[in-house]
């Protein structure tokens, strides 16, 4: 699909509020989402030669870097939880996670053990555990799952949740192709009433990401999200594949590219707030700093990890502090309500 067919076109006249929409429009989801549909149909492409006719898997090892990959496309675009996501409820077949009660494997071993061939549509009915990311990540990388069930099960199923994955990414692809236009179209009947309604709803976006990321990417794992407080590696994002680290960072650099090629450092200076601008700078390197002191991978290093991801939380703390109350009174925004706070 062209990225030209996504471009969208301002003017000198533009105001700050669209010209922020639209830098992080044309230079944030749409190039993102178009990452996640190219890397999530080389995971499907890759996934359908994995078993050879004896129902052996072959090129594991290639295929989890597909699915690295495309795992690593989402985590730049996990924010945008509006638009053609949550219209077709889409959230949930991507990535079921947090799961504190193991419950992607149980779901997923569920299908394995079926002794009727499965099929796309047995799939789509099942549960959204067995279902995406998550699941996928499961069949790849845990030892169990290879050893469970019947080998035929094993490799139809591993196509199945891949293919099931880029027909998502496709579709959200194309959904954005037609919203995107929702966020210039402003009266009491549309969805969205002025412009300062679509830049509240894409700060509200970053800022709940945000959110999970200090609850519950770092607070969950460390404890601190609960009353006994103990390390708990198992509440790691991705903690099978040992790359939780790599997406905390994916979800920090992401919100940088908003921040910066996204235009939101450019609105706040435009709407004389320059001040939060270089405070919100200032909290991104200090989060830089504490990540290139974090060891890896997580699960292994969550007991040294602990004082860097410490800090990650302190700075994480602040910079919400300033989005959520400072900039947000600056800009005469009012967000919605969320509901991450790691319960």
Request: hydrophobic content about 40%.
């Amino acid at each position: 699909m062209n990225i030209a067919a996504f471009t969208l076109f301002g003017c000198s006249s533009e105001s700050p509020e669209h010209a922020f929409v639209r830098a992080t429009t044309e230079h944030i989801i749409i190039p993102s989402y178009l990452g996640l549909e190219k890397s999530s149909i080389a995971l499907s492409e890759a996934s359908h030669t994995f078993c050879n006719e004896n129902n052996e898997p072959i090129q594991k090892e290639q295929l989890q870097i597909h699915w690295h990959d495309t795992m690593a496309a989402w985590s730049t675009i996990q924010a945008i939880r509006f638009g053609p996501i949550s219209q077709q409820n889409l959230d949930w077949k991507l990535q079921f996670w947090p799961d504190k009660k193991n419950l992607v494997a149980q779901k997923t071993l569920g299908l394995l053990s079926q002794t009727e061939p499965l099929t796309s549509k047995q799939l789509s009915q099942a549960s959204v555990v067995a279902q995406g990311f998550s699941a996928l990540e499961f069949l790849l990388f845990d030892p169990q799952a290879m050893s469970a069930g019947k080998p035929e099960r094993y490799c139809e199923l591993v196509p199945l949740i891949s293919q099931q994955l880029s027909s998502i990414a496709q579709s959200l692809t194309k959904g954005w192709h037609s919203y995107q236009n929702d966020l210039f179209t402003y009266s009491d009947d549309a969805e969205f009433s002025s412009e300062l309604a679509v830049v509240a709803i894409l700060l509200d976006a970053y800022l709940s990401q945000l959110e999970i990321l200090k609850n519950q990417k770092i607070g969950q794992p460390l404890g601190s999200e609960r009353q006994n407080a103990r390390l708990n590696p198992y509440f790691l994002e991705a903690w099978r594949s040992q790359s939780s680290l790599v997406y905390i960072r994916n979800n920090i650099e992401a919100f940088h590219q908003f921040f910066n090629r996204g235009g939101l450092r450019t609105y706040l200076i435009k709407t004389n707030n320059s001040d939060y601008a270089e405070h919100i700078e200032r909290e991104l390197t200090a989060l830089n700093s504490a990540l290139s002191e974090t060891p890896a991978p997580l699960f292994t290093q969550l007991d040294a990890a602990q004082p860097s991801l410490e800090k990650m939380q302190t700075h994480l703390t602040t910079l919400i502090e300033v989005l959520s109350h400072d900039v947000t009174a600056a800009l005469g925004l009012t967000l919605g309500f969320n509901n991450n706070d790691g319960d």
